[in-house]
């Protein structure tokens, strides 16, 4: 591994100044995914990394219907918040399947937003075709083994998948993404934070070298809405999914009112459904309508031998949480 | 002195507190809070398993949380208050998660029992160990790979005394 310099930042504004004038420095946070990648793999292999990990940047505060989440803060930290609990529920179970304790001590959310694929081609420089550390190189991974890769937003440029639990419900929440630039900050949705692979799998999301990502905002449920998250997965805990499904549903007399789905597990991206949501507003809570939801939420997947079970696998995962969501109401 | 390709140093100096007394160190910023502890301090008690996040075998506690030190620089430390399963008991006796684990006979090889028992004592400051799938899913990040889980679990329920 190569040296490198270390930094710790006193405050933001020189942080992204380090950062933002200089392609050879990184920033590190809670060090899951950078540590791993430059200590472990070689993949990445920044000259100067510039610790974050004291700004404040940490707390998570409640604004009307609204948590700001400062990007600092742990997984652990916002599994633990009051609100999350009462008005996110689903949030907080994604946080809880996320990973091990260890882990969620040490992982910042903006790092879990920021973390990068767990494929196993891209993770190993051994392997020369990876199109994500070097394009135009390739991809082995479409003529590897697939089985953890992604179905959705893939093509035979790249199938490495978005392995994050927590971004499932957050997208379907509509959270939001708040960045300090070295000259400006800008908000983007996560539903537009993320860029789908096409031929330039390096480029995975908005943000220019050198931004930050500060806080996300996350609008909390209305009172009485449901939600679930369930990951499908190799064994009980602590591991990456095959599939997961996020859902909350607001449901009066029968009737659903308003749906938010999105999907894990099967996206090069945190997979938002608008498609299932569709066929959910307005429709009554019955059987059909979920399986219909769940046949609208999968289209066009670009499938390998070893991936094409997760269609009907995050089909029946999305209808079994939208069962156990909306159970007695049907 | 060792320097990255545009000259700049590669050493960081901090101070580790470990088990409650404070060193001064100058170390390559590439060191571990794992290799500090193991390789520069003889603090050999905390394993380094996998290396890279996997089996929990590195599992200190860092500010009484407890994280995985084959992930963390020592560098970011910093100042922090680091305990391994040397300082789990301040007088030289064992702490009660230790001598559960040998009344239940929680491991064999032995290699992933220092991980697993800070894991435990966390564990147990966290208020999770009302059941054993809650003990279960809650040490899910320690892997032992002889398979010593069932007396794990009971060692853990017995110190939890639920």
Redesign the interface.
């Known amino acids: 591994m190569q040296a490198f310099e270390y930094i710790r930042a006193s405050d933001v504004a020189s942080a992204v100044a380090l950062v933002s004038g200089d392609p050879k420095t990184q920033y590190l946070a809670g060090g899951t995914t950078q540590i791993d990648l430059m200590l472990k793999d070689g993949v990445l292999e920044p000259e100067r990394l510039v610790d974050i990990t004291r700004l404040p940047l940490r707390g998570i505060t409640r604004d009307g219907d609204v948590l700001r989440v400062g990007a600092l803060a742990t997984m652990e930290e916002l599994a633990a918040d009051a609100a999350v609990a009462e008005r996110l529920p689903f949030v907080r179970e994604a946080l809880l399947a996320g990973a091990s304790t260890q882990l969620r001590n040490m992982a910042t959310i903006g790092g879990n937003i920021l973390q990068r694929t767990r494929c196993r081609y891209f993770r190993d420089p051994a392997v020369s075709a990876c199109n994500k550390r070097a394009p135009g190189s390739g991809c082995a991974a479409v003529s590897g083994a697939a089985r953890m890769h992604a179905i959705l937003g893939a093509s035979e440029h790249c199938i490495a998948l978005h392995a994050s639990d927590l971004c499932v419900p957050l997208v379907a929440l509509d959270a939001v993404a708040h960045i300090q630039g070295p000259g400006a900050q800008r908000s983007v949705p996560l539903t537009e934070f993320y860029v789908l692979p096409g031929d330039r799998p390096d480029v995975e999301n908005v943000l220019q070298h050198g931004e930050l990502v500060t806080a996300i905002e996350i609008p909390l449920l209305p009172a009485g809405t449901r939600s679930g998250y369930l990951k499908v997965r190799d064994r009980a805990s602590y591991e990456f999914a095959l599939t997961s499904a996020a859902v909350a549903l607001a449901i009066d007399g029968g009737v659903i009112a308003q749906a938010r789905v999105a999907l894990g597990g099967v996206g090069t991206i945190p997979w938002r459904v608008p498609e299932a949501e569709a066929v959910l507003h307005g429709a009554p809570v019955a059987a059909q309508v979920l399986q219909a939801a769940a046949d609208a939420a999968i289209h066009d997947p670009f499938t390998l031998p070893g991936t094409a079970f997760k269609v009907e696998l995050a089909k029946r995962t999305l209808v079994r949480v939208l069962e156990t969501v909306t159970g007695g109401s049907a | 002195m ?5 000259g ?3 050493e ?1 100096d901090f101070t580790l507190r470990v088990n409650g007394s404070a060193q001064r160190l100058r170390l ?3 060191v ?1 809070l794992l290799d500090a502890l193991r390789d520069r301090l003889e603090l050999t008690g905390t394993k380094k398993g996998c ?3 996997a089996c ?1 075998a590195c ?1 200190v506690l860092v500010d009484g ?4 030190s084959c ?3 020592a ?2 430390c ?1 100042g922090r208050e680091v305990t391994t399963i040397e300082g789990l008991s301040g007088d030289g006796g064992l702490h009660p998660v230790q001598e559960a684990f040998i009344r239940h006979d929680g491991f064999q090889c032995g290699y992933c029992t220092p991980g697993q028992i800070m ?1 435990a004592v ?2 147990l400051a ?1 208020g ?1 160990a009302g059941s054993d799938e809650e003990i ?3 040490m ?3 892997i032992c790979r002889c398979g010593a889980y069932p007396n794990i679990v009971a060692a853990i329920r017995d110190a939890s005394g639920y």
Do not use: I, M, P
Not at chain 2, 2 to 6: H, I, K, L, Q, V
């Open positions: 060792s320097e990255t390709a545009r700049a140093s590669t960081v390559d910023s590439r571990t290396d890279q996040g929990g599992t949380k407890r994280v995985l992930l963390t620089l560098a970011q910093d894991s966390a564990l966290e999770r279960r899913e809650f899910s990040g320690n």
